[in-house]
């Protein structure tokens, strides 16, 4: 018989380690499990929770024992925020501290978490189930971690992809910037066109620019003009020489023959008083006042020569088909002395403005000067013959919201290494962080450099389903024919006015219902002899010297064409109606804002012709909901009645006089 074998003592030892082992790694996961950082958050907030509810509210609320998430199909997203952000949709945990206490404002009404989840405003790792890492901050691996609360709208881009979301002025503000510095014209930028910021073209402008003024510009722009729209480009002197030299040989297109003008004979007084007739400062400003619409006009006797600011103010449309600038209706005298008060200086000195000197370039200079012209890119802005089919020369940002930061980039800055941190250095100062680079350097302030770098984080591709994507509609392009149209472009009427959301925003008063608002009559005068109709606010609307059959021309369409039907609506028939809107009138205490009968205040229009003006269904429809028709107006809402409203529009209508700063129409035309 034999003696049973023993396995040998170091086998039994093995078995023993590891037995051990196993019972480590097992006490470790347990302890792990058991004191998870979720169930200690938990376990706080029902000590919390237990100090704030009483003990009927505790028996309602939820149990609060494990794991929380919120699954978004369409977007395949789990989010386990909700497991430690207890209290985040209960206004009852207002004061608790982080992370029990109550979602701020108002968002959590219009983003419901069980259909927008958590993380897909404020980004980081909703499948995690601790602080490090859910990615409150930035973690190896994971490429979106928690928007800081002052970059935090750029989130909010990802699906409100429209210029001017709801509730988020600094991303708002932020693409309203890189509309105007024009940044799509050297990148490809989603939702942007290079088209949007309006620059002249250059075919021609060895006939336009002073070669001073042309070498001071391409140094420094904001050092000419303060303000100016074009950034400065870093150029050195032998840039700016052959781009001087290759911009001032482009004469392709000879102006309008001022040979016949007689300048003897020009006075800056009659200028300066068309100048101010015209309305010019509406769209330019002069010395610090006026609008931005147009160019800076303080010094446009050093910038351009005098022969071809006669032709531009001629026809602005002859060399500058795009232009927004209107054609007046001005004869060769009357051009002759506007363009000579501009050149002026305003009356200050005159400026030396030859017609252009008979100046030859060398070619090799002025080929040095496209390649340069070509290499900065600035064909994106200003269209140029034969630079149509130029790629752009930066690259695209369709994703630079996901762009992954190195720490080394930030390795002489003492910053945190972060992405809304690298693009506010970007555009502030293109080289800052080390690299050459052709993009020039915009003269943004603080507030527009942040808006931006949060505008270009919002920028990150993401498929999300349409249901997801709140975008701009873009409005059918509004182009009048016939003999109307031919009107609307000379006076150039939608570079200010809309229709149908087509056109411009100088002016809150688009054209859609004009002829509902308007009588035929006033709005024909009104185009041939303008005047305030708001006292309290600048004059706006151009004179342009417009006869009598054009303003005729466009009133008869308005008011056959551009008409809404809900404002077509009659007065009381009752004699007593016209004294029930007075009383209402001194009731409501509509004098406080507006002149009427002769008394009251210049805030609001003046309704001395209100009768003459105004058509009755606009003005029941007006004071009925103004919001409705002018959202953000501050005419307030009076919660009239319909016959309330009625006999207002019955009083107003018997206002037939002569309002304060209105000018008597010329009998003859011109």
Not at 483 to 503: D, E, M, N, P
Request: glycine share 8%.
């Amino acid at each position: 018989m034999k003696r049973p074998s023993h396995a040998p003592i170091r086998l039994h030892a093995a078995f023993a380690v590891l037995g051990v082992a196993f019972l480590a790694i097992f006490s470790w996961a347990f302890s792990q499990e058991y004191f998870a950082e979720w169930r200690t958050a938990q376990a706080r907030f029902r000590e919390i929770q237990a100090n704030v509810k009483d003990a009927h509210q505790l028996s309602l609320a939820p149990p609060v024992n494990g794991i929380r998430q919120i699954w978004l199909r369409d977007i395949d997203r789990v989010d386990r925020c909700p497991t430690c952000h207890l209290g985040a949709d209960d206004p009852a945990f207002a004061k608790a501290p982080q992370p029990f206490t109550s979602h701020a404002g108002t968002w959590l009404s219009t983003h419901p978490p069980d259909r927008f989840g958590c993380t897909t405003c404020h980004g980081g790792q909703g499948e995690a189930t601790t602080y490090a890492d859910a990615a409150h901050k930035p973690i190896p691996f994971w490429g979106e971690p928690m928007r800081p609360g002052d970059v935090m709208e750029s989130n909010c881009g990802i699906c409100h992809r429209e210029r001017a979301p709801r509730d988020a002025p600094e991303l708002t503000s932020g693409r309203a910037t890189i509309a105007e510095a024009g940044c799509a014209a050297c990148h490809d930028i989603p939702g942007f066109t290079g088209e949007e910021a309006f620059s002249p073209r250059l075919e021609n402008v060895g006939y336009k620019l002073q070669s001073t003024w042309l070498r001071s510009w391409l140094t420094d722009p904001a050092s000419v003009q303060p303000g100016a729209k074009m950034p400065k480009f870093r150029l050195g002197p032998a840039d700016i020489g052959n781009l001087e030299a290759f911009l001032l040989s482009k004469r392709t297109m000879s102006p309008p023959d001022a040979s016949t003008v007689d300048w003897s004979r020009a006075s800056v007084e009659r200028g300066r008083a068309l100048f101010e007739r015209s309305q010019c400062l509406t769209c330019h400003k002069v010395e610090g006042k006026g609008g931005s619409f147009g160019p800076e006009l303080s010094a446009i006797g050093t910038k351009v020569r005098r022969d071809w600011l006669f032709g531009f103010i001629k026809d602005p449309m002859k060399e500058q088909p795009e232009t927004k600038m209107l054609r007046y209706q001005l004869a060769d005298d009357e051009v002759r002395d506007l363009a000579e008060y501009l050149m002026s200086g305003f009356g200050k000195s005159v400026q030396s403005a030859a017609p252009p000197e008979a100046r030859t370039f060398v070619s090799k200079q002025v080929e040095a000067g496209r390649e340069a012209f070509v290499r900065h890119g600035c064909y994106g802005c200003h269209r140029f013959e034969g630079m149509g089919t130029l790629g752009k020369i930066g690259p695209s940002l369709a994703n630079i919201g996901a762009r992954q930061v190195e720490a080394a980039e930030f390795a002489r800055r003492p910053l945190e290494p972060t992405l809304a941190n690298w693009l506010q250095l970007k555009v502030r100062d293109p080289q800052a962080l080390g690299e050459a680079s052709r993009m020039p350097t915009y003269a943004f302030t603080s507030e527009q450099n942040k808006a931006v770098a949060v505008a270009l984080m919002s920028l990150r591709k993401a498929d999300l389903p349409a249901s997801r994507v709140v975008a701009d509609v873009k409005p059918a392009k509004f182009e009048p024919q016939g003999q109307f149209g031919a009107l609307v472009s000379r006076y150039r009427c939608l570079s200010c006015h809309s229709v149908g959301g087509w056109g411009g925003n100088l002016v809150n008063v688009p054209l859609d219902r004009v002829g509902s608002q308007y009588q035929r009559d006033y709005l024909a005068s009104y185009l041939e002899q303008p005047y305030p109709v708001r006292l309290s606010i600048e004059e706006r609307m151009p004179h342009f010297g417009m006869t009598r059959e054009a303003a005729v021309t466009l009133a008869e369409y308005f008011a056959r064409v551009l008409v809404d039907d809900q404002m077509e609506q009659s007065l009381p028939a009752d004699a007593g109606a016209a004294r029930r809107g007075e009383q209402l009138i001194a009731r409501l205490e509509c004098r406080g804002c507006h002149r009427v009968a002769g008394t009251g205040e210049a805030v609001g229009p003046d309704l001395a012709n209100a009768g003459r003006r105004l058509k009755p269904g606009w003005i029941i429809a007006w004071v009925m909901n103004p919001q409705k028709w002018r959202p953000g107006t501050l005419q307030p809402e009076l919660d009239l009645k319909l016959e309330e409203a009625q006999a207002i529009a019955a009083y107003l209508m018997t206002q037939t006089g002569v309002p304060v700063g209105a000018r008597p129409v010329p009998a003859a035309t011109r």
